[in-house]
């Protein structure tokens, strides 16, 4: 208990994955769900080669699933930015037609 020894605690590195909240931002790019694709990949390859009784198992396919998730969040995100880019280009047409038209109505 008051041993200068600092007690070491084991997180094991290779399991923890980087920080998700930078693919949580509104620009998201085919880039960011092709990365977290190979992720998943590489991490179902070494889930393939685990026992299905080691400790780390549950947490392999845990961070399978939270990468999964996120993965199925970004391709909906992107499809609501799509809607919503046709729905400005929708809004964009519109005015000006309105303003074409209005300018013929001045004449």
Known sequence: MFSRKTRQTYTPQHYLDYDHEDYLASDVDESDID??????????LRLDDTDVMADHYDELQDRIDELQDRIDCLEEWEEIQDELDDLCDELDNLEFERDLYGDHNDW
Do not use: C, G, K
């Open 35 to 44: 990365a977290l694709q190979n992720r998943v990949d590489e991490l179902q």
